[in-house]
Nanobody, 130 residues
Framework: QVQLVESGGGSAQPGGSLIISCAAS????????WGWFRQAPGKQREGVAA???????GYGDSVKGRFTISRDNAKTTLYLQMNHLKPEDTAMYYC????????????????????????RGQGTQVTVSS
């Protein structure tokens, strides 16, 4: 079973930046779409960003143009660069992985993550406030 461990959460002011990371127990990118979803207290899960084995990426509408997903060359660490942060970005951010298939895309993977399926880590808190 793949294990995912997030790190790098914390606090930032509105307009600021943070980067969070996810370490996988092995190279998973050939078998999984890999990404992030978030959940704020009292709110539903929201897909943030995902990346496939071919490098294709997909983003949730609320973070497009502000967040960037990437991975290292060893394909065992995933990153989420978050710029122009807003208070509404405050949430627990979870690293997640969904098994790839012939029809899987990053956007479909985000939808699956939003429904609570796939593998996920324990989460890292991001708080944006002045």
């Amino acid at each position: 079973q793949v294990q995912l461990v997030e790190s790098g959460g914390g606090s930032a002011q509105p307009g600021g930046s943070l980067i969070i990371s996810c370490a996988a127990s092995r190279d998973i990118i050939s078998d999984y779409h890999w990404g992030w979803f978030r959940q704020a207290p009292g709110k539903q899960r929201e897909g943030v960003a995902a990346i496939g084995g071919d490098g294709d990426t997909g983003y949730g509408d609320s973070v497009k143009g502000r967040f960037t997903i990437s991975r290292d060359n060893a394909k065992t660490t995933l990153y989420l660069q978050m710029n122009h942060l807003k208070p509404e970005d405050t949430a627990m951010y979870y690293c997640a992985a969904v098994q790839s298939g012939s029809r899987m895309t990053p956007i479909r993977a985000l939808s699956i993550m939003e429904r609570g399926f796939g593998i996920r880590g324990q989460g890292t808190q991001v708080t944006v406030s002045s």
